[in-house]
């Protein structure tokens, strides 16, 4: 079973500042099929990224993912107030498909 | 505009049976797989379970497989979970997703709000 591992579990930074979140996938992940969730309380969660680094749709450019194989970074430039939620990774393409157990970026 | 609503979710003793919905509109539901995905308190997402467009193909976690079953109703562009033999580790926010193609094995582009679910006695 493939595991995926989030750094750190909580990163504290101020609004404009960058964000680097990490994913570490226990094998190599297949074809790069690695989604980035955004996720706030009492809301739905909200697709930001899948194939590693292709943004959904509407998703603002200052987001962006890149990695490939093990290794996967989710990058936030210049954090808006908005941009403070709790981020996953997801690893998809199998069954069950795993998510990391997240990371809390919150305002510094 | 894509909206996900379940609802069912409740306070339900161990040992006991609950049924969870949601209802999907803004896209075509029988083309697309489905998914229930759970947050218990304090902790991350856990996939629960997924159906293909026609209920041909259908996974489960090890966590919740023989007790929890997950079914779809075109006519009513509804998605259930049936969960049975409740136990306390069951206690979570379930959501509703939709994937992104017909086969339940892809990523999710829409979730729904969520319905807490509390398993106590």
């Known amino acids: 079973e493939i595991v995926l591992t989030q750094s750190p579990g909580t990163l504290s930074l101020s609004p404009g500042e960058r964000a680097t979140l990490s994913c570490r996938a226990s094998?190599?992940?297949?074809?790069?099929?690695l989604a980035w969730y955004q996720h706030k309380p009492g809301q739905a969660p909200r697709l930001l990224i899948h194939a590693a680094s292709s943004r959904a749709a509407g998703i603002p450019d200052r987001f962006s993912g890149s990695g490939s194989g093990t290794d996967f970074t989710l990058t936030i430039n210049r954090l808006e107030p908005e941009d403070f939620a709790v981020y996953y990774c997801h690893q998809y393409g199998m069954s069950p498909p795993p998510f990391g157990q997240g990371t809390n970026l919150e305002i510094k | 505009e894509v909206q996900l609503v379940e609802s069912g979710g409740g306070l339900v003793q161990p040992g006991r049976s609950l049924r969870l919905s949601c209802v999907a509109s803004g896209f075509t539901f029988d083309d697309y797989a489905m998914h229930w995905v759970r947050q218990a308190p304090g902790r991350g997402l856990e996939w629960v379970s997924g159906i293909s467009w026609n209920s041909g193909r259908i996974g489960y976690a090890d966590s919740v497989k023989g007790r929890f079953t997950i079914s779809r109703d075109s006519a009513k562009n509804s998605l259930y979970l049936q969960m049975s033999s409740l136990r306390a580790e069951d206690t979570a926010y379930y959501y509703c997703?939709?994937?992104?193609?017909?086969?339940?094995?892809?990523?999710?582009?829409?979730w729904g709000q969520g319905t807490l679910v509390t398993v106590s006695s």
């Open positions: 997703a939709k994937d992104v193609t017909y086969s339940p094995v892809n990523f999710f582009d829409w």
């Open positions: 094998q190599s992940v297949s074809s790069n099929f």
